[in-house]
């Protein structure tokens, strides 16, 4: 008995006296590592580790070290309610960042929205992720991706305004992402009274697009729209050339995925998509110092990103994490919050200078402004007008 | 006209895929009654197996090509070894389910920790554009795929039909009692002709993988499709594996385009809720009587 209360007294000694210096802030980073849509989340990842880690070389959050705790959730929405379990509830973390899929996102941040603890979205884009809580009196879901909302109009009007192609077809994935990038679509074509003259569904595997882009063909359609992900994108862009049928392809900013360029190689030439940063030209020093140091410690394949514009927005929503710690002076997920939505100082991101990016009512830093077209060239992605390439260094 | 000629050929194509999957069912069932569960997964590890020596050690497609069956060949005979003869010899009517689906299972969790999760591009050995045909655009590869699937299943007709070794594992089909009797070593066959098995398998991997993308999950839909199509043409007739393939393929083809790509599943399977309910031993089966 006696022992046993001398190692108690111990134990608690040693905690108390670890806790009187610097403490660790536990940040939850949570995305597909593996599988079809592993090039955004390791390229996510990589950018979080990055920002991560000068903000540790540079002295940490008010003294205190980041440490990032990773999860794979393998795109799995199951997958995603147990990581985000584990993270509120074994390792106590401070804040989330992370989601690539709009469905996992959907399902997984409740459990962050009930335990009171931030989760910024730094990939998905499904729009209702931010307003998915619309009666709680505080929403903890922040969001440093372009939102379905912001993108599926500006491929409306890529198609119907610039281009004058009013006989379009849609082709969506049978997943959350794709059906709700769908009715955003359809909702952004409404606007310019055009309705599609085929939308055409597909699973997440399938090898074969020919009945789609037949009806599609056979509706007379002169542009196809995409709301999909890099594998089946290939498909699509490769059926399109077995049938000779050559339109162009205007679609979410999937098609600047890997696996979509690489797959479909000469094929994939002239997709286009909204794009929050692109890799090359590197238009700023910050962007260009990114870019070098992102190449330097991850070395991609041929010098390229895999997915530029996740690793962007995963380090930017470290660097806005970070700032609304230290402004909170605290990791109190209340406190976070509301740091978040009132940042005092501007947070210098490579997306973009953030300025004041939240508010109590709008949790989107990326607006319609912030993002530009990119086109896919001979195996990577340029600006689609050359006067873009300065867009974004301007504040928001 | 144009458009059916289209849907048509890639129905062909699709149906040719499944059908070269389905024809290694028939080889093991034909010989122990019993079926490689894990087909669409050695279809699998033969695409992966194929990539990497194409792309790692920069062989040629077509030298590739005899590698790749030598290790399907290993492959199947390791899951007879390890997963169905234990249950053949206890005379277990259901061990060798478990124990296929089981390996299959395995060898895509290797696969993923080998390859990655990630679907990867097969570089093509012919040229990607397409030809015209009555109207319908079609890729060399996909013409190789059918031609190859054919020549493939003809080889081992061939070497059934007329060759002693052949006769051996025909007679063991036949009757396996009786053939041991003769001094056939019919577990030997059984071996056989699972690695058989596994090597079409291996080599509808690398047939296919041009036109998919490869990748440690493509089995699963491929060999769930294949199976269907060997229930709906009969597991004792290689005609029926052939013309099942072709309906599957085409079904679905002509469903996706007339009906709505979001049913393009669905007529298959009712097909084959059909065939189980009225002529459960396929389109082309012979009815087997068993007496007890």
């Known amino acids: 008995m006696n022992i046993r209360r001398h190692i108690f007294a111990v134990a608690t000694a040693a905690m108390l006296s670890t806790g009187a210096y610097a403490a660790d802030i536990k940040v939850g980073v949570i995305g597909p590592y593996t599988g079809g849509s592993s090039s955004m989340g390791v390229s996510m990842r990589d950018g979080v580790r990055l920002a991560a ?48 899929n709009t469905g996992v996102a959907l399902a997984s941040q409740r459990f962050f929205q009930d335990a009171k603890i931030p989760v910024i979205n730094n990939v998905a884009t499904g729009t209702l992720i931010t307003h998915q809580f619309p009666n709680a009196a505080e ?60 939308t055409e569904k597909f699973n997440i595997g399938d090898v074969d697009m020919t009945s789609q882009l037949l009806k599609a063909k056979n509706a007379g359609a002169e542009v196809i729209l995409t709301y999909a992900i890099g594998p089946e994108l290939a498909q699509i862009a490769n059926g399109m050339a077995k049938l000779g049928w050559k339109k162009p392809m205007i679609g979410s900013w999937t098609l600047s995925m890997a696996s979509f360029i690489d797959t479909a190689g000469k094929n994939g030439n002239g997709a286009t998509m909204p794009e929050t940063f692109i890799q090359q030209p590197a238009t700023t020093p910050k962007r260009k110092a990114f870019v070098d140091a992102y190449l330097k410690d991850f070395k991609p394949k041929n010098g390229v990103i895999a997915s530029p514009v996740s690793a962007a927005q995963g380090y930017d929503s470290v660097y806005l994490l970070a700032a609304a710690i230290k402004q909170a002076g605290n990791t109190d997920g209340p406190k976070i919050l509301a740091a978040l939505e009132n940042l005092s100082a501007p947070v210098d991101g490579v997306v973009m200078t953030y300025n004041k990016p939240f508010s109590k009512t709008d949790h ?32 928001k | 006209m144009e458009m059916f000629a289209q ?45 990497t020596c194409v792309d790692t050690f920069g062989m040629n497609y077509w030298v590739m090509i005899p590698v790749v069956c030598l290790f399907g060949m290993l492959q199947g ?154 229930i709906i043409g009969g ?58």
């Open chain 1, 139 to 198: 929403n903890y879901v922040f969001r440093t991706s372009a939102a379905d909302e912001i993108q599926a109009p500006m491929i409306a009007k890529e198609a119907v305004e610039k281009r004058g192609l009013k006989k379009v077809a849609i082709l969506a994935d049978s997943t959350n992402y794709g059906q709700l990038g769908r009715e955003d679509l359809e909702k952004a074509l409404k606007k310019y009274g055009v309705t599609p003259v085929a």
């Open chain 2, 235 to 292: 597991l004792s007739s290689g005609m029926g594996i052939i013309v099942g393939g072709l309906i599957l393929g085409i079904v679905e083809t002509a469903t996706g385009f007339y009906v709505s790509t979001g049913y393009k599943d669905v007529p298959g399977l009712i097909l084959l809720l059909l065939v189980l309910a009225y002529k459960p031993s396929g389109l082309f089966g012979k009815s087997a009587i068993k007496k007890v």
């Open chain 1, 53 to 100: 880690k000068e903000i540790n070389a540079a002295g940490g959050i008010n003294g205190n070290k980041i440490v990032l705790v990773e999860r794979d959730d393998e795109a799995k929405n199951e997958r995603g309610v147990q990581i985000a379990q584990e993270l509120i509830n074994n390792e106590k973390v401070a804040a989330a960042l992370g989601y690539i």
């Open chain 1, 364 to 395: 989107e830093a990326i607006t319609a402004n912030d993002v530009v077209m990119g086109v896919v060239e001979n195996g990577r992605v340029e600006f689609l007008n050359a006067e873009d390439a300065t867009k974004g260094a301007k504040k």
């Open chain 2, 7 to 51: 849907i048509l050929s890639s129905g062909i194509a699709v149906g040719m895929i499944y059908a070269v999957i389905a024809f290694g069912f028939q080889l093991t069932f034909a010989t122990s009654g019993t079926l490689n569960f894990g087909q669409g997964e050695a279809l699998m590890l033969g695409a992966l197996v194929g990539l």
């Open chain 2, 77 to 230: 005979g390791f899951v007879e070894l390890i997963g169905v003869r234990p249950a053949i010899k206890i005379k277990s009517e259901f061990g060798w389910i478990m124990s296929t689906i089981a390996l299959g299972i395995i060898f895509k969790n290797v696969a993923e920790n080998i390859w990655g999760r990630d679907a990867l591009p097969f570089p093509s050995p012919l040229p990607m554009e397409p030809m015209s045909f009555l109207g319908a655009n079609i890729l060399p590869m996909e013409i190789l795929v059918v031609v190859g699937a054919l020549v493939m299943m003809l080889l081992v007709e061939f070497f059934n039909r007329k060759t002693i070794y052949g006769k051996a594992v025909v007679a063991t089909a036949n009757d396996r009692d009786a053939a041991g009797l003769m001094g056939i070593n019919t577990s030997m066959v059984i071996t056989f002709s699972y690695a058989l098995s596994s090597l079409t398998a291996a080599f509808a991997g690398v047939l296919i993988a041009p036109l998919t993308l490869t990748g440690a999950t493509m089995g699963g839909a491929l060999g769930l499709k294949a199976f269907a199509v060997a």
